[in-house]
């Protein structure tokens, strides 16, 4: 399946707590980079650690908006571009060549941070003619990788939430999303507030080499535990799953998440979208060669011939025999789990949009 050649190749760009196995140019790029011995023998060396970079990101609006007729939100806030979690399927790794950048080891080293967000929000809450609906967090990047430890800015954006009954739904890997569950259970009091806790595999090897800065599996579980603890309706999303690789461990991971309190569930399949296509392949042709060939076969099997399906409807859950036995194992398992539920409807009615102007008081 893979050369000795080409995977000589992967090896030799692999950096330590990274996702992606190379930083191949994006597809804007001018020139493509090549690794190249020049007789010094410098192309063998150990690559010095990669560090992560954090930039101002000065996006003029905030809230974006979408017309994906297969997913359940119109509008969602991502405050950082790129990602540090290094999810090697992440499928927003191509919007990184929009800046100019690699979708590989750029995406997760180089973060983009929307300083101004919690600013930024208010004002865009404030216009006249907006119309509240739930704002969903964590659908590109997620909201608490590691920088926002430091930056806070998705618990900005939720103070500003809360402060005008604004609803929110989070999907998120880490566990760090426990910190705020004192403005998420005051929210979900008044129905604005609801978390999806996604997990890949319970297999902490695995997860090491897929998702190598995400909290680990047990510490995702144990996050659920702790939301549901503080009154937070919580789901799980088992993420992508990965035919071969991890479709195993569907049951498994339901099990965990209905004992943790999880009260729902869903999932999405693998998808490999542009330069997240020959990302995956140099995974697997590193860290699961063995495996490597029962994958593709299988997500093959699910994407009409292809390793990546675009068309609505179709792109989440795949197709075919293998997709339909994958959708009746977790139709079985989620009803036997009690997880068949939709999440909880979030209420609109109570927004408040803060002052145009701070300084004008409030008649009512």
């Known amino acids: 399946m893979f050369s000795a050649a080409a995977y000589a190749a ?27 011995d020049d007789g010094w023998g410098t ?24 017309q994906s007729p297969d997913i359940g939100f119109d509008r969602s806030i991502n405050v950082y571009r790129g990602c540090e979690h290094g999810c090697v399927y992440c499928y927003a790794r191509p919007t990184h060549a929009y800046l100019g950048l690699s979708p590989g080891q750029d995406f997760e080293s180089r973060i983009f941070a929307k300083h101004d967000a919690p600013a930024q929000l208010e004002r865009e809450l404030a216009r006249p003619g907006y119309r509240c609906r739930m704002i969903a967090m964590g ?5 608490y990788q590691p ?7 998705t618990r900005g954006v939720l103070e500003v939430l809360e402060r005008c009954d604004h609803p929110v739904g989070i999907v998120t890997k880490s566990a760090l999303v426990t910190r705020d569950a004192d403005i998420l259970s005051r929210m979900a009091e008044r129905r604005l507030a609801t978390v999806s ?97 029962r994958v593709l076969t299988l997500l093959r099997g699910m994407r009409a011939g292809r390793l990546n399906d675009p068309d609505f409807g179709t792109r989440m859950s795949g197709s075919g025999p293998y997709a339909e036995l994958i959708a009746a194992r977790f139709a079985a398992a989620t009803r036997r789990l009690g997880l068949e539920r939709r999440g909880p409807t979030l209420d609109t009615g109570r927004f408040r949009p803060p002052s145009r102007d701070p300084a004008q008081l409030a008649l009512l």
């Open 10 to 36: 992967a090896m030799r760009d692999v950096r330590k707590g990274r996702g992606a196995a190379s930083n191949r140019s994006g597809r804007y790029e001018r020139h493509r980079r090549e690794a190249f």
């Open 43 to 66: 192309i063998d060396e150990e690559e010095a650690p990669l560090r992560t970079e954090v930039r101002p990101d000065a996006s003029r609006t905030v809230i974006t908006r979408n």
């Open 139 to 143: 659908t590109n990047t997620d909201p």
């Open 147 to 153: 920088t926002e430890r430091r930056l806070q800015l």
């Open 197 to 293: 806790i996604s997990v890949t595999t319970l297999d902490r090897d695995v997860a090491r080499t897929m998702e190598p800065r995400a909290s680990t599996p047990a510490r995702r579980v144990e996050a659920i535990r702790a939301l549901r603890d503080a009154g937070v309706p919580v789901g799980v999303i088992v993420a992508p799953i990965v035919p071969g690789l991890t479709d195993h461990e569907i049951e498994s991971i339901l099990e965990a998440a209905t004992e943790a309190g999880a009260d729902r569930a869903g999932y999405v399949v693998l998808r490999l979208p542009r330069e997240v296509r020959e990302l995956f392949l140099e995974w697997l042709s590193v860290h699961a060669p063995n495996k490597a060939k």
